[in-house]
């Protein structure tokens, strides 16, 4: 995926995962993503609740690709990932030294 100049690429991992944390933000169940030449659509069903119940609402979003661009900014803030870049090697995700080798699915040395 290029980034909205058309010079560089974006990775999808960073761009799903900033659009992951829109969707849950919004509530959205049921959620469609496709990539299209303007940017990026999203469908999903919201529900709230009401005095009868629930109601469910069909919402869709187009991410353009200047969206995709600052949602990505606003991720590797989050995160304290600057510009896509990753985090400095001496600290590890949970804050384990670079020097200890992480082990077992979660890192637990197991």
């Known amino acids: 995926m290029l980034n909205y100049t058309g ?3 974006v990775d999808y991992e ?6 992951g944390h829109f969707i849950d ?5 049921e959620v469609c993503i496709i990539e299209l030449e303007e940017g ?3 469908r999903g069903l919201v529900y709230t ?6 109601r469910t609402i069909s919402e869709a979003y187009l991410f353009t690709n200047e969206d995709i661009d600052h949602i990505l900014e606003e991720a590797y803030q989050r995160r304290g990932k600057p510009h896509g870049k990753a985090v400095p090697s001496g600290e590890g995700a949970a804050g384990q030294n670079a020097a ?8 637990n040395g197991k």
Do not use: Y
């Not at 200890?100 to 890192?107: E, I, Q």
């Open 25 to 29: 933000e919004h509530n959205f169940k």
């Open 100 to 107: 200890t080798p992480r082990r077992g699915l979660f890192g």
């Open 7 to 9: 010079t560089g690429r």
């Open 49 to 54: 609740s009401n005095r009868q119940g629930f």
């Open 40 to 42: 990026i659509l999203v």
């Open 14 to 19: 960073d761009v799903l995962r900033a659009i």
